[in-house]
């Protein structure tokens, strides 16, 4: 669940039941005024509670806007666990935009699968010197295709593309960060290609495919999942 609330108050925990809280860190238990629930079935009530740890430093968590990353409590509609510490985040317009898509791209017909693997790999010098195309088949968990395309020209920035289907189309370009596409290859792609998937491709031909690979990492930029 993803909801969308106003702290309305908080309570120190203390003794057994803040057993292992890391250092630095304080336990508190949370009631929530429900603004919205941003995915989830079902209904929500209007006031939830949660149990989250906080840095000791944190500023004042009463009446602060957040985004609570929860599960329901069987048999008690009105709690709820963080699926992580970092499970409540402080509102922000740019964070509720993020949630928003990627949850609505989580249940759509077409929300991009996630990555297993590297399958072929085929890298192809271009006629003209520093010319060349790489692309990169991904295996995925469904069995939907995801594919890159890294295209070279003289004296022209290296441009690289993604589809999900076996063909890089025209229309073809990088995700925009922060959406589910972006994470799944930010999070998902291997450290580096496999030597099973550039077989038959020659020394020259496979330096230049993971020259390529790394180019796409870079341009992704770090997961920063925590």
Known sequence: MIVDGTIHSVADIEGPEAAGVAPGFQRKYVRLDVLGLIRGQGSIP???GYIVDVPMDSPRLKDMRVLAFARPVAGRPDQLQLVSRGGQIPWSPRLDSMARGI???LVSGDAPPKIT????VFHVPG??????????FLETDNGDPISLSILRRPHQTPRWAVALGDIVGEAAEPPRRETLL???L????PERLPDAALEGQGAANAAAARADYQFVRDSLGPCGRN
């Open 46 to 48: 209007p006031q939830v």
């Open 103 to 105: 949850a609505r791209d």
């Open 117 to 120: 693997g590297i399958g072929n």
């Open 127 to 136: 006629t003209l010197p520093g010319e060349s195309e790489t692309q990169i």
């Open 182 to 184: 972006w994470y799944r």
């Open 186 to 189: 930010a999070c998902g792609l």
